[in-house]
């Protein structure tokens, strides 16, 4: 499990993916900070060492990313972590369009593809 804060390739993820779920990496984006925690086997591993290192809460979403997909297929806006109904968060899923589309950029600027 690491914090990144400037780059990681796709073959990394690719390792990452194959190690543990063959397809996927599960990360926590912290939407402030524009860092994310990656390879754990739980979301919510890698919010504890978010905010062990003063991440906030509100700031933390949990996502799956698909190193071998292209697109809007790589990042699945999925996790328990998410579900948050004092945030307006309803579901698994991030509802809010402008969160999604941060974590977009910040998984962009991120991975080096």
Known sequence: MKIIKDKISINELVQMAERVFGNLVKAVVD????????????????????LENGSEQKDLWGINLYPEL???DFIEF????????SYGNLSRDIDNPKIRERIIT????????
Not at 34 to 50: N, Y
Not at 78 to 85: A, G, T, W, Y
Not at 106 to 113: A, F, G, P, Q
Request: aromatic fraction near 0%; hydrophobic fraction near 45%.
């Open 31 to 50: 939407i402030e900070k524009e860092i994310m925690a990656v390879d754990a086997e739980l979301h919510s591993d890698e919010e504890a060492l978010l």
């Open 70 to 72: 292209a697109n809007e």
């Open 78 to 85: 999925d996790s328990m972590i998410n579900l948050r109904p």
């Open 106 to 113: 910040i998984i962009n600027k991120l991975v080096e593809k």
